[in-house]
């Protein structure tokens, strides 16, 4: 299926994301952030971008420090540098619980001279549709790499 690029709200930033499968949040309004919805309803995305530049290594704490504002437990499971597109990023998967549900976000974490990009996925439980539940992460693993995978760093 043809790909649609979603502009970042700031920055040279962006996504391809397949549009069979994900849907734009037009009710979102913030400046620096984008969300999606998967189309089964159990999957969830965020583009953020500022134009500010944080370096890479202190991406990692800020990531963790953004997922404690709404779920105090958060632990990294893995990190990993990733290549996309000629970029390096910091590939980070991390639990949490959100409203007693547990949830798993993944995603990418950049920082250079164009500004930061975090691009995150998370999936949610059947009963509570804000963040996606461990148990349906390996359901759309293939899904949320690909979303993932479309980030887009400079024009």
Not at 79 to 97: D, F, I, N, Q, S
Not at 103 to 113: D, E, L, N, P
Request: include cysteine; charged fraction near 25%.
């Amino acid at each position: 299926t043809g790909k649609v690029f979603v502009k970042a709200r700031k920055g040279p930033f962006g996504v391809w994301i397949d549009p069979q499968k994900w849907t734009q949040d037009s009710s979102e309004e913030d400046p620096i952030k984008i969300t999606f919805n998967h189309k089964s309803g159990d999957a969830y995305a965020m583009v953020i971008s500022e134009r500010i530049s944080v370096p890479m290594e202190s991406l990692k704490k800020l990531a963790v420090a953004n997922a404690k504002k709404v779920a105090p437990d958060v632990k990294i499971v893995s990190e990993e540098k990733r290549v996309v597109k000629g970029k390096e990023l910091l590939c980070l998967k991390l639990t949490a619980t959100v409203q007693g549900i547990p949830a798993i976000y993944y995603g990418y974490y950049y920082g250079g001279s164009e500004g930061t990009l975090q691009v995150t996925t998370y999936t949610a439980s059947k009963q509570v549709t804000t963040y996606t539940a461990s148990n349906f992460f390996d359901e759309f693993k293939q899904d949320l790499d690909d979303f993932l995978n479309g980030t887009q760093i400079g024009q």
